[in-house]
């Protein structure tokens, strides 16, 4: 499975992105998706995550009400839809994918992912 992320940029504070990942190789009907980010001097941390068969799209706090995942199976996109931007969500993001269904309590963990995709950089100006 090959990830690709794109759609990084420059915006202003207030502004919109939207990020996408196109999956290639073979991928079946048993998943976990997301994307996470990392700014310099902290940890990976999750953004988004959905597992095949659920409905709800896992935020973190940091970012509910103000992004929004989609996929797109036809294209075999991933979406990030990153609207009313602040200077804190400065960093490199990046798609990761897992071939199975990860346990809850272990979806917003970067570890738990097999495959990545090289990260894309936004930078929100104030």
């Known amino acids: 499975v090959q990830l690709q992320a794109s759609g990084g940029g420059l915006v202003q504070a207030g502004g919109s992105l939207r990020l996408s990942c196109v999956v290639s190789?073979?991928?079946?009907?048993?998943?976990?998706m997301g994307w996470f980010r990392q700014s310099p001097l902290k940890e990976r941390e999750v953004v988004a995550t959905i597992r095949s068969g659920d409905t709800n799209t896992y935020y973190s706090d940091a970012v509910k009400g103000r992004f929004t995942m989609s996929r797109d199976s036809a294209k075999n996109t991933l979406y990030l839809q990153m609207n009313s931007l602040k200077p804190e969500d400065t960093a490199v993001y990046y798609c990761a994918a897992h071939a199975r269904r990860i346990i809850s309590s272990a979806i917003r963990t970067s570890t738990a992912y097999d495959y990545w995709g090289q990260g894309t950089l936004v930078t929100v100006s104030s």
């Open positions: 190789g073979r991928t079946g009907s048993s998943y976990t």
